[in-house]
């Protein structure tokens, strides 16, 4: 199981870092996460494809890493326009994909 | 560019059969996948399953015995079948491009909404 935050609150201008873990061990680039934002009635967004590599357009207020045993999603400095579901996924094996539950992030 | 189609209201035990087209690019190509992510109403998202050009294809574990994915290279297209539909299918569908090595969905379709009728 993937596991995220259920919600996480930030004010504007301050930064955020939002986790995936893996129920059965250490998150590593193994891996593969991504990180996805998805806004209500919106098609979700590629933001980070491996572990720490921004996709096309996204700005680089979005950041990737491994933090301790956990992929982490960082926004630095962040915008009313960031309040989004987050979903993080991992490649597990033999081809299989698991997206986390999602995080909802508010800003206000 | 993807693009689903289906028919939006499927009967309690049928067959949901869903398509997405591709354009703008190959289906044949050797660094991608193309696969099905779904979406309940309220929820997050599922990955569903994943096909290579040559018809290798990958399944989610939980879903493998009711559901089916195929791809049809000349007609530019991949398809899904989810057999003995139940509620808890009902949803959006989403069909994308993954990356071949990294697995990560490099394009997402717009997503078709599917309603399962009792």
């Known amino acids: 199981v993937v596991t995220q935050e259920p919600s996480f609150s930030v004010s504007p201008g301050e930064t955020v870092t939002l986790t995936c873990g893996l129920s059965s061990g250490p998150v590593s680039r193994d891996h593969y996460p991504s990180w996805y934002q998805q806004t209500p009635g919106q098609v979700p967004r590629t933001l980070i494809e491996i572990t720490d590599s921004r996709s096309s357009g996204v700005p680089d207020r979005f950041s990737g890493s491994i933090l301790g045993n956990k992929a982490a999603l960082t926004i630095t400095g962040a915008l009313a326009d960031d309040e989004a579901t987050y979903y993080c996924c991992l490649y597990l094996r033999f081809g299989v994909s698991v997206f986390g539950g999602g995080t909802k992030l508010t800003v206000l | 560019q993807l693009q689903e189609s289906g028919p939006g209201l499927v009967e309690s035990s049928q067959t949901l059969s869903l398509i997405c087209s591709v354009s703008g690019g190959s289906i044949s190509t050797r660094t991608h996948y193309w696969g099905w992510i779904r979406q309940p109403p309220g929820k997050g998202l599922e990955f569903i399953a994943t096909i290579f050009q040559s018809g290798t294809a990958y399944y989610n574990p939980s879903l493998k015995s009711r559901v089916a994915i195929s791809i049809d290279t000349s007609k530019k297209q991949f398809s899904l079948k989810v057999f003995s539909v139940v509620a808890a299918d009902a949803g959006v569908y989403y069909c994308?491009?993954?990356?071949?090595?990294?697995?990560?969905?490099?394009?997402w379709g717009q997503g078709t909404l599917v309603s399962v009728s009792s």
């Open positions: 994308a491009r993954q990356s071949g090595s990294y697995w990560f969905v490099a394009d």
